[in-house]
């Protein structure tokens, strides 16, 4: 599927040290020529830490896509009425998001957007990226991985050494991931090694 034209909702959450390769993607994906629509967690508009600080991000993401983000629940509620994005992908997705997302709780823009995207049975992309993932977070995204219309960037452990719980996606896979999504298709293989 052509990403050319699509309007792709890109909320990013606080994972902090995923940012940079973030934004090299959504680079990629700008290239595509997709219509990019920016989000931002609380979290992700308002920490700052030894990766950046939020005044970088919004130069960054703004430079990218061309767009101011959207940074409160209210300016993501008419995504739901609207129906104007193709697909929504949630990239970095902290556990603390995957945790809400499974469990219906919708206290920031990012998972606003991503339920009223819901509601509108269109698909909503996951690019997990947490210590916890095989920890407190598994059942979460068992729960989010059995949902309809969610899909997963292809993940894996990436430091299985020094952080045996951490799943990280492989951010490279973005671009195939949504045009798999866009089809009705989780990219395969899923679980995908770091070594
Ligand atoms: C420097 C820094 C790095 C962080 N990295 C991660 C991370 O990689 N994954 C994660 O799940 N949480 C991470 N966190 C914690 C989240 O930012 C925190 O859980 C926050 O409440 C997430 O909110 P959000 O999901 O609404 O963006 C990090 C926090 C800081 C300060």
Redesign the pocket.
């Known amino acids: 599927m052509n990403l050319k034209g699509k309007k792709i909702g890109v909320a990013?959450?606080?994972?902090?040290?995923?940012f940079e390769k973030v934004f090299l993607e959504l680079q990629k994906l700008k290239n595509t020529d997709a219509e990019l629509y920016p989000i931002f967690?609380?979290?992700?508009q308002t920490?700052e830490?030894?990766?950046g600080t939020p005044k970088l991000y919004l130069q960054k993401i703004t430079e990218i896509t061309g767009k101011e983000p959207i940074f409160t629940i209210e300016d993501a509620e008419p995504i739901g009425p609207g129906g104007y994005l193709d697909i929504l992908v949630i990239l970095?997705?902290?556990?603390?998001?995957?945790a809400?997302l499974a469990n219906g709780i919708t206290d920031?823009p990012?998972?606003m957007a991503a339920k009223a995207h819901m509601r509108n049975n269109k698909p909503l992309v996951i690019s997990i990226?947490?210590?916890?993932g095989l920890g407190m977070?598994l059942k979460n995204i068992a729960l989010l991985l059995n949902t309809k219309n969610i899909y997963f960037v292809p993940f894996g452990q990436d430091n299985w050494v020094k952080k045996p719980n951490s799943l990280?996606a492989h951010t490279e896979l973005l671009l195939p991931t949504l045009e798999a999504a866009l089809e009705g298709k989780q990219y395969q293989p899923l679980l995908l090694s770091y070594d």
């Open positions: 990013m959450t606080g994972s902090f040290c995923t967690s609380d979290a992700s920490i830490s030894r990766f970095p997705c902290t556990g603390n998001t995957a809400k920031t990012v998972l990226s947490t210590n916890d977070n990280i």
